[in-house]
């Protein structure tokens, strides 16, 4: 028996970089998973930044106060060069802000020399306690659905619902048939295929889904799967430079996130469709 | 018989695992080359738009990048 378990302590626990987050605990039937646990992890960090940046602030501002102001104004700035018009971007800029926020600091948390390494052996499979929660597709699912709704909620607003319905399933231009057959023969050919135009767009809002959450969910595992074989080469000074580049890496995917992020909102707020030009066709009948 | 044959598609599976990660690796290569190369030489051109190019460049390489990445989710989910 003795001799058993000191056979089980010896033997050497396989660790495996799954693709999916392995699950720590239960709570009922909910799984709890590692990378779950560290995007917990992440909100308390960032909750603690903005308590504690929230009581500092002053009417003139200290260093770190500066620091912060800088970097909002660049976003900003950011932010403007894409939506071109301050109003978007003021009501967009919390949303998109914070989602920067949230990945980088995702992304960041799973360099840790914490994250991954420490956890506990079930069935002589080492399972670490954290995972970077970017590197769950779950988590950049959720984001990127959540991104995407809340576009077309923001297009909603901005528009009205019947124009973002006949975005994507265009009754107008069917029923343009009706009404503009007299007028303009043409249509009876160019209604239909914008209606399939619409249904395209319909698809090509669930490749934006896709793309987004598996760019971030592949970029962040993937370099996970790169630090740990380049730790299995040589672990002393190799990863270095890799590490600095999955920190680099995790910057740029934040940035490019809640970039497209703000594209998607831009887009789905600008009224993009034959406006101008019905009302040109309405002004050349007023010059006739 | 069947199982022969499951066995045989099983052992060829490493090999469609390095077909997916490098075939996505040419495109992606290719890509980020051009991007590269162009921003050299509007640089080149036009030494103080420096910091203009680096950052839309990083950001258009990261898009041209994420398509091995695509290959490589892939690889790694092939069993």
Redesign the interface.
Known sequence: MATNNINQIIEQPIHETT?YAEPVFHIGNFQITNSLLNSWLAVLVIIILCVALRLKLKQIPGKIQHIFEILLEGALSLCDQVTNDRRITLKIFPLVTSLFIFILVNNWLGLLPIVGSIGFVENSIFIPIFRAGTADINTTLALSIATVIGSNIFGIVAMGAWKIFNKYVNIKALGGIITKFRRDKNVIIVAPITFFVGILELIGEMAKVA?LS??L???V??GE?LLASMGAIFLYILPTPFLFLEVF?GL??A??FS?LATVYFTIASQDHEEHGEEEGYEKELAHV | MENEVVNEVVNFAPIGKALAIGLSAIGAGIGIGLIGARAMEAIGRNPEATGKVLVPMLIVSAFAEAVAIYGLVIAFSIK
């Open positions: 693709i793309s598996f760019r969910f592949g970029n595992f993937a799967v890496i740029i995917q940035l490019i970039l």
